[in-house]
């Protein structure tokens, strides 16, 4: 897959950026991150991600497309 992901984080804040590259979208992406059972905000859409207590979160990204996610909640 052309799936690219990128995570910083500090002790305060902490952004995820997913990028799809590939021409086919990306449905249901499944990636492992470093923070557990907090709620992410897509700073381009607003639309509400949620990564579980293993830290599993699940995304879907459209042809050419991405997402950055901040973390909202813990």
Known sequence: RDII??????????ILVVIN????AAEK???YINE???TMADLITGKEYS?????EVEISISKKNGVIL???SQ
Do not use: C, H, P, Q
């Open 70 to 72: 901040k973390r909202i």
């Open 51 to 55: 990564a579980g207590v293993n830290g």
């Open 21 to 24: 590259n590939s021409e086919k």
């Open 5 to 14: 992901a990128y995570e910083r984080f500090n002790e305060t804040d902490y």
């Open 29 to 31: 992406i499944k990636l």
């Open 36 to 38: 557990k059972s907090i």
